[in-house]
């Protein structure tokens, strides 16, 4: 069975720093991988997505995550935050060849605190 | 744009009510999900429908069962209502590819 590790649980950074949130996972096979963010009380919404190809993947918001094979890891990047950015981040996994049916595996999220 | 609405956003209820949760996609996906969100345990998955009449148990189906009469409809239902059971529930669906997209959430308070 797949497994997700965010072994962040906060994280605190600068307005216009740069960030990089981390996220390894365990599965047997090249996995599909994804990352969400939730603002609060809000449902979760789709950062970018690692299917296959490019191992650098962009995705909306200016994040971007890179997936390192040997490291097992697919860690999300901004260059600059914006006090916007502030929410909880999920890496999550799917398995492939589940068509889907099976659902993804979510790690136990990030909570992102920007400062002024 | 892909839309799960999820028609209670706020929900109180006592102990021992049956508690009925909907969700509804505009995208003619197959696959439809109910995910338990809680502090510090993230998202656990307690059933998930990939067709109609079809259900399967995720990781924490106990206390609740599920109901899809039509491919855009899914409910969650609570036979019991627990105070072990007060959460954020959160619908998902997706098509025949791994993408999974989500609904805004119903908070459940059980008193």
């Known amino acids: 069975a797949q497994s997700v590790t965010q072994p962040d649980i906060h994280i605190t950074v600068s307005e216009g720093a740069s960030l990089e949130l981390r996220c390894n996972y365990s599965y047997g096979a090249t996995p599909y991988l994804f990352w969400y963010v939730q603002s609060p009380g809000q449902g979760l919404q789709l950062l970018l997505k690692y299917f296959s190809g490019d191992t650098l993947v962009q995705g909306i918001k200016g994040f971007e995550a890179e997936f390192k094979r040997s490291q097992s890891s697919f860690n999300l990047r901004k260059p600059s935050v914006h006090w916007s950015d502030a929410a909880e981040y999920f890496c999550?996994?799917?398995?492939?060849?589940?068509?889907?049916?099976?659902?993804?595996?979510f790690g136990k999220g990030t909570h992102l605190i920007i400062q002024p | 744009d892909v839309k799960v609405t999820q028609s209670s956003r706020y929900l109180v209820k006592r102990t021992g009510e049956k508690v009925f949760l909907e969700c509804v996609q505009d995208?003619?996906?197959?696959?439809m999900f109910w995910y338990r969100q809680d502090p510090g345990l993230g998202l656990r998955l307690i059933y998930f429908s990939y067709d109609v009449k079809m259900k399967e148990k995720g990781d924490i189906p106990e206390g609740y069962s599920v109901s899809r009469e039509k491919k855009e409809r899914f409910s969650l239902i609570l036979e019991s209502a627990s105070t072990n059971q007060t959460s954020m529930y959160l619908c998902a669906s997706s098509s025949n590819a791994p993408t999974i997209y989500f609904g805004e959430g119903s908070w459940l308070t059980v008193v």
């Open positions: 999550a996994v799917g398995a492939t060849g589940g068509g889907g049916a099976d659902g993804l595996t």
């Open positions: 995208m003619d996906h197959e696959n």
